[in-house]
Structures are given as structure tokens and as C-alpha cells.
């Protein structure tokens, strides 16, 4: 079982820098708009700064790890309905898809935690007054406007960096190459909402991996610092 002992542990440290302004909604429009008059606010913690959750990086990541997987011709399950995961589709745990092997399944059958955790990314600096934008809803069909559809929405300011810290436990070398390019595929999609209109282009810095064995733990090695070129051929830029 992938989770029975600790082989290889991998931390990854650095920021994310957001290009672009950047808006992940809070998830509570009714209450921020009666408090502070905005429709779309971002989402902030407990001291009222933005963040960005470990929840929503692992979920853009998990989406853009599936695209790449099935281009290269992997069989990869359609999350997120269980009935249609690996969880619920194999029988057995080794022949879960890839994506499933890193970020984990649920289902009637087969339930496993991820490989990989993502912390709440907080900014690495005071975040700078956020933006609030105006925007109007367009009908699809139609193209017209809706009425009453004018909105305000808050971003987060570009070049706001926050930090970043994925940790990820026994990858295989194929599993890590996937996870690595998912990464290099976010800088080109976008991060939170309201992508279409501009918002949520992002620059992900790793500075380095800490790479840890249960001997660590123990007290009787060290861990390993991948920085500099060798950071760079594992990031699959070199």
C-alpha cells in the first residue's frame, strides 16, 4: 500500500505571483454584499486577508494534470461525479488511472487519500488595496444584457505574491513528471474566476524541493535541497 511507509517525501517551496489581477470568490456573496457593497468579493481569512486555498490550487492542478494525461493517450477517470472515478470503476488500487494515483479517488469500491497536499497559499507581503471592478452579465443567447445585471467584483492586485508549499509523499518518477507539467500548465490556463474577462493569469516559482526519507525524521540523515539547475531539470524547464 502507497501509504504503509514513508519512501520519499517531497516539499516544494516558493510563490505564486498573480500577473494578472486575481479573483477566488469567497463563496459568501450574500453576506459581503450586505456588509461591504460588493457582489463578488474575494475570499479572505479570519484577519480579513485574501488567500488563496490549498483546496483550489489542488483542484486546478488536478484539472490540468487530467488534460496532459489523456493527451498522451492515458485511460483518466471523470471526476468529480464519484460514479464515474476510478473509485467506483476498478476494482483494484494498481489500476487506478494516473491522476487518481496522485490526487486520490473516492467511490463504492476504492477510497484513497492524495499523494499530494496543497497549504493555504497567504500573501508573502500586505496586499496592496484590492481592485473592484464593474462588469454587466451578458445573455448567451442573445447577447444582450440582462437587466439589473450590473455587478461589482474585487480582485486581488497583480503582482501580488503569495506563498507556496505543496508536499507530496512517494511519487513515482512518471507520477512527478505529470504533477510537474500540470504546474508549468496552470501559468498558461488561469487560477480562481472570471478568467474570461482577463483575471487569473499566474507565474508559480518553485525555489527549491526539500526531499525527505523517514530516516530524516529519525535523526539520522539529512534532507536534500534541490535547487539551481538540477531544481530546474525536475521542474522539466532545462
Not at 60 to 80: D, H, L, Q, W, Y
Not at 130 to 157: F, H, K, N, S
Request: charged share 35%.
Amino acid at each position: 500500500m502507497v501509504f504503509e511507509k514513508l519512501e520519499r517525501r517531497h516539499i516544494f517551496e516558493g510563490y505564486i505571483e498573480a500577473v494578472t489581477p486575481l479573483h477566488v470568490g469567497s463563496g459568501r456573496p450574500e453576506i459581503e454584499r450586505e456588509e461591504r457593497g460588493i457582489d463578488l468579493p474575494v475570499l479572505r481569512n479570519v484577519d480579513g486577508t485574501p488567500y488563496i486555498p490549498g483546496s483550489s490550487i489542488k483542484g486546478k492542478v488536478r484539472a490540468e494534470a487530467e488534460r496532459i494525461a489523456r493527451s498522451m493517450g492515458e485511460e483518466v477517470c471523470n471526476p468529480p461525479d464519484v460514479e464515474n472515478m476510478c473509485g467506483t470503476l476498478k476494482e483494484h488500487e494498481d489500476e487506478l488511472c494516473i491522476v487518481c494515483k496522485i490526487f486520490g479517488t473516492s467511490g463504492r469500491r476504492i477510497s484513497r487519500a492524495s499523494k499530494v497536499k496543497f497549504r493555504d497559499a497567504l500573501p508573502l507581503e500586505p496586499v496592496k488595496a484590492e481592485e473592484v471592478r464593474t462588469g454587466i452579465a451578458l445573455d448567451r443567447e442573445t447577447g444582450t444584457v440582462y437587466r439589473g445585471a450590473l455587478y461589482t467584483m474585487e480582485a486581488v492586485p497583480a503582482g501580488t505574491r503569495f506563498r507556496l508549499e505543496m508536499v507530496a509523499d512517494n511519487l513515482t518518477d512518471d507520477e512527478l513528471r505529470l504533477l510537474m507539467a500540470a504546474l508549468r500548465s496552470v501559468e498558461d490556463t488561469a487560477l480562481g474566476g472570471q478568467s474570461t474577462r482577463g483575471l487569473g493569469k499566474v507565474r508559480i516559482c518553485v525555489e527549491r524541493v526539500r526531499v525527505r526519507t523517514a530516516g530524516y525524521y529519525l535523526g539520522r540523515e539529512s534532507e536534500r535541497v534541490i535547487e539551481g539547475e538540477e531544481l530546474e531539470r525536475l521542474l522539466g524547464r532545462a
